[in-house]
């Protein structure tokens, strides 16, 4: 945009920028354009600028980018109170944006998906997710705004993961969790992965390589077949084997592995007996539970105590993953079998 300007050598610049600044005669609107030796400021008037320090001129300015909005819910109409109602948090999973809405904004929601679609970088498509269901923990969406389906790639802890929110449990708030028994992996180590959904456990583990191997089950037929996909795309296949099958089915006749994830939060207690005779002597059992918050505190005791059957169990630490609701936790559990 052309505008009136004061053009002074650059050894003044920053004096006069001062200068200008203070009197109100600098335009916010516009970009400060540097030539080779010389500064041009564009002015809101050139009455009162000091003339004396340079040529006032015209320049042809760029205009100044608007600030990109600190949250989605300012590029949405309304009083602050009713942006205050509004969903605060939302999900992102590859290019796929999720946001809860209550009741009382159903209504709003093609407006709320369009407003995060334009905030999210990278966003092509935004759901209201309606939460998981069924055994296989399967997410109803319904699509708010933008185009395409629910498959995506996630990049969680430097490996990207092949992800169909529809058809296969994902859930990207679990990220710490994945990395941090990836962590605790000790070389040599077979890992069984159960109830692994699309594998993020798994991924990290086997690209780590301490792992001698990990071994992935799942009931869900499309949470393996995703698996499998980013097995190939990283060439895992020798480290990271992917089966389909029931949990209780896979642990009757395998051999112990030194370490086992167990992450069936609602439902994993009725398993626990027997995946427990999975986990080798001196190995650690991973086990994850929504519990309602007045028993977290005793929790990880009492779910040793189910634990009969000759060896020892301990409770080595347990911690608080994320509220699972207004009354329930969701729980993390590190069991440790003893060497007897
Ligand atoms: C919470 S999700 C898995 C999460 C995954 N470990 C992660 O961190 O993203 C639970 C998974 O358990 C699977 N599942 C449920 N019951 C099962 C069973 N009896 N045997 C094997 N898999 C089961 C579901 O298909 C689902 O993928």
Redesign the pocket.
């Known amino acids: 945009m052309r505008a009136r300007a004061l053009v002074v050598p650059r050894s003044n610049g920053e004096a006069v920028r001062r200068r200008l600044r203070e009197a109100g005669l600098l335009r916010s609107d516009l970009e400060i354009l540097a030539e080779d030796d010389r500064i041009a400021f564009p002015l809101v008037t050139a009455e009162g600028a000091p003339g004396e320090m340079g040529e006032i001129s015209e320049r042809e300015f760029r205009e100044v980018a608007p600030a990109a909005p600190e949250d989605y819910r300012d590029l949405l109409p309304g009083t602050a109170m009713e942006k205050e109602r509004l969903p605060r948090s939302f999900d992102v999973v590859g290019d796929i944006v999720l946001v809860r809405l209550p009741e009382d904004l159903v209504e709003r929601g093609p407006e709320i998906g369009e407003a995060l679609l334009r905030f999210v970088p990278g966003a092509r498509i935004v759901g209201a997710d309606h939460g998981v269901h069924g055994?296989?923990?399967r997410r109803r969406i319904e699509r708010l705004a933008g185009s395409g389906g629910w498959r995506t790639r996630h990049r969680e802890n430097h490996v990207e993961l092949e992800v169909d929110l529809e058809r296969?449990?994902?859930?990207p708030r679990?990220a710490r969790?994945?990395a941090r028994v990836a962590a605790e992996v000790r070389p040599g180590e077979t890992v069984y992965?159960?109830?692994?959904?699309?594998g993020?456990?798994s991924v990290l583990i086997g690209a780590d390589g301490r792992a001698r191997r990990v071994v992935a089950?799942?009931?869900?037929p499309d949470?393996i077949g995703l698996l499998r996909a980013t097995v190939e795309r990283y060439g895992l296949g020798g480290r990271i084997e992917a089966l389909e099958?029931?949990?209780?089915q896979f642990v009757a006749d395998r051999p112990p592995a030194e370490r086992v994830?167990l992450?069936?939060?609602h439902?994993g207690i009725k398993?626990l007996p027997s995946v427990a005779r999975a986990v080798a002597r001196s190995g650690r059992l991973h086990f994850y539970e929504v519990v309602p918050r007045a028993e977290r505190e005793q929790r990880a005791e009492a779910v040793v105590g189910t634990l009969v059957g000759g060896a020892a169990w301990s409770v080595v630490e347990w911690h608080l993953v994320h509220p699972y609701s207004p009354s329930s936790d969701l729980l993390a559990m590190t069991l440790a079998r003893g060497p007897e």
Request: one cysteine or more; hydrophobic letters at 40%.
């Open positions: 055994r296989e923990r296969a449990y994902f859930s679990l969790e994945h992965d159960l109830c692994c959904g699309v993020p456990f089950v799942d009931a869900n949470a099958m029931d949990v209780v994830v992450n069936l939060p439902e398993y």
